[in-house]
């Protein structure tokens, strides 16, 4: 590699600017965010300095499962009529189920407004059933969600929750031109309304996302893992720049040459499903527990618009042979305050994968030997995984062990915190980036 790729790729960092030897600093998110000239990368930056992350078996809390609701061609989002009603679909999210609701709903709330009245019924009380209740009451219907299960004990609570726009979504193949004008509708819609929610009342924040590698041209997926497989979503000439910042050898404390730092936007779904729970009873709207078995079960409900926002419960219920669960499982350590990023990394020892593997630097999905880390007011959420057609909601233990293992020998290889330096947090971004530099994010 010469001297101008690293330049190029934000690896200026072999240069001599290493941890506390400088006294003037770049500020953050100035220089290298969003595909910067070269030239602008020469200033020197704050030095990276990061609480250590404590993983221990020990400090394991929980283990959580969730379905992701997947569909090779895409999520449904339409209008039927179901008798006298108007039906509109809005289920399939697979793994950007908390990403794309904002965006689905207000889609759902165009179709409603075609009908006259102002009365509807959502099905379901997960992140797209209630963001699309919250759409719908600011257009003026009165709304009551029913579900057979509401917050804290949906699919939506079970999420890591980034803003991944494409994880889990779709099969490339199985996309049509309208689908993809509605996905990046759902897409930036979304991530505009997130960026307003961003502080601790919604539970939505900035993080600052790091991935250690030994490769400075790949994804940088952060916390998440990296999706190079599904960013063709758009085709190359149309993507954004990149949301990644090359961190050089002595410019991180991660047991690797380099590491990728990104700007990540995320949720804590426990505190934001309960506000937008909040929010639909102030604003008038009602909750009822009720299961739906068959469609005609719906023709009891007296609202003349009704909204599926089932999820995976739209497979026996509106017989939708294509939905697949695709499982996922979440680790929590104790919670750090002082943590406040994401990371993952291969831990040492551990052999690189070979080249278009997961992780690999070419393929998509994630490296299951890799170590991932996001920070959370409510645990530091460790590993993940995708399991495509596994229904179960038990606990897979060989997983649980390879990614605490994982975690324990990743985190305790990285560098300790300096303690005459403040640590690295994450800022808001002078300007956000653009929605299309997400669309590389696996969840
Ligand atoms: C481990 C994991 C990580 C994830 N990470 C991310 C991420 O980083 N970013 C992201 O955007 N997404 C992520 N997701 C995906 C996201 O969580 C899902 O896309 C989203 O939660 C799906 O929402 P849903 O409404 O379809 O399902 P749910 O949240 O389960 O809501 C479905 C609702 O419908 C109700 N219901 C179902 N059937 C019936 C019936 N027959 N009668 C009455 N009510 C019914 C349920 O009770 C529930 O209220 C992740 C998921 C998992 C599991």
């Known amino acids: 590699m010469t001297r101008r790729d690293l330049l190029r790729n934000g690896g200026l960092a072999l240069a001599s600017f290493g941890v506390g030897g400088c006294a003037k600093f770049a500020p953050r998110h100035a220089a290298r965010r969003g595909g910067a000239p070269a ?7 704050m030095p990276i300095n990061l609480a250590p992350v404590n993983a221990s078996w020990d400090r394991v809390i929980r283990t959580t499962i969730g379905l992701r609701p997947h569909r090779d061609s895409g999520f449904v989002l339409r209008a039927d009529k179901l008798d006298d009603k108007l039906l509109v679909h809005n289920y399939g999210h697979g793994g950007a189920g908390m990403s794309l609701a904002w965006g689905c709903g207000s889609m759902v709330a165009d179709f409603a407004m075609q009908q006259s009245e102002r009365r509807v019924a959502v099905l379901g009380c997960g992140s797209p059933g209630l963001t699309a209740a919250r759409q719908l009451q600011r257009r003026g219907f009165q709304v009551t ?28 193949d199985k996309r049509t031109p309208a689908w993809d004008a509605q996905f990046r509708e759902a897409a930036e819609i979304s991530y505009r309304q997130l960026q307003l929610m961003v502080g601790a009342g919604y539970g939505v924040y900035w993080q600052d996302a790091y991935s250690a590698t030994d490769n400075p041209n790949g994804g940088g997926g952060g916390g998440g893992g990296n999706n190079e497989g599904t960013g063709d979503l758009l085709p ?6 990149q949301n990644r910042e090359v961190l050089g050898p002595g410019e991180h404390p991660f047991p690797s040459q380099y590491a990728i730092r990104r700007t990540n936007l995320r949720i804590e779904p426990s505190i934001y499903l309960e506000a937008l729970v909040r929010d639909v009873w102030r604003n008038g709207g009602r909750i009822e527990i009720r299961k739906f078995v068959t469609p005609r079960d719906l023709m009891s409900l007296a609202e003349p618009v009704i909204v599926n926002c089932t999820g995976l419960g739209s497979k026996s219920l509106f017989n939708d042979d294509e939905l697949v669960p695709v499982k996922g499982q979440l680790t929590v350590l104790v919670p750090q305050s002082e943590v406040t990023y994401s990371a993952s990394g291969r831990p040492p020892g551990m052999p690189a994968p070979p080249p278009g593997a997961p992780g690999g630097g070419g393929g998509g999905g994630f490296n299951p030997n890799n170590a991932t880390m996001n920070a959370r007011s409510d645990g530091l959420v460790i590993g993940n995984m995708m399991e ?6 038990d606990i897979n233990e060989e997983v649980r062990k390879r990614v605490v293992d994982a975690a324990v020998k990743f985190f305790s290889a990285m560098q300790a915190a300096k303690p005459d330096l403040p640590l690295t947090r994450a800022e808001a971004p002078a300007s956000p980036p653009r929605v299309d530099s997400f669309f590389d994010l696996e969840s």
Not at 145 to 159: F, G, L, W
Not at 236 to 241: A, I, K, S, T, W
Not at 388 to 393: A, E, I, K
């Open 39 to 45: 030239e602008a990368i020469r200033a020197p930056r």
């Open 388 to 393: 495509r057609g596994n229904w179960s909601l």
């Open 236 to 241: 190359e000439h149309l993507r954004g720049p």
């Open 145 to 172: 969600i029913y579900a057979m299960s509401i917050p804290p004990d949906t699919t939506s609570n079970m999420s890591l929750a980034g803003y991944t726009p494409v994880s889990g979504l779709v099969s490339p």
